[in-house]
């Protein structure tokens, strides 16, 4: 998972203002990969805000504008 995390990192980075990046859980049992995914996010990604969506099992990352 790190090694998955390091590139969705550098895709995270490099996604222009305004623009989101979606990730679903597609698995044979993607309830279960929707809760480790969300576990993982929860404990780890102290940089990164994701939003999970429960009835898509699916996480999101937005990056922001500034309207200073």
């Known amino acids: 998972m ?3 995390m390091t590139q969705v990192h550098k ?3 490099e996604l222009p ?3 989101m990046f979606v990730f679903n859980c597609e698995s044979a049992e993607p309830q279960k ?3 480790v995914w969300g576990k993982w996010l929860s ?3 102290k940089g990164y805000t994701w ?3 429960k009835e898509l ?3 999101y990352f937005y ?3 500034d309207l200073e």
């Open 2 to 4: 790190l090694r998955v």
């Open 11 to 13: 895709w995270c980075d």
């Open 17 to 19: 203002v305004g623009d």
């Open 33 to 35: 990969q929707f809760q």
């Open 43 to 45: 404990r780890k990604e």
């Open 51 to 53: 939003v999970s969506n």
């Open 57 to 59: 099992l699916s996480f």
């Open 63 to 65: 990056k922001h504008r």
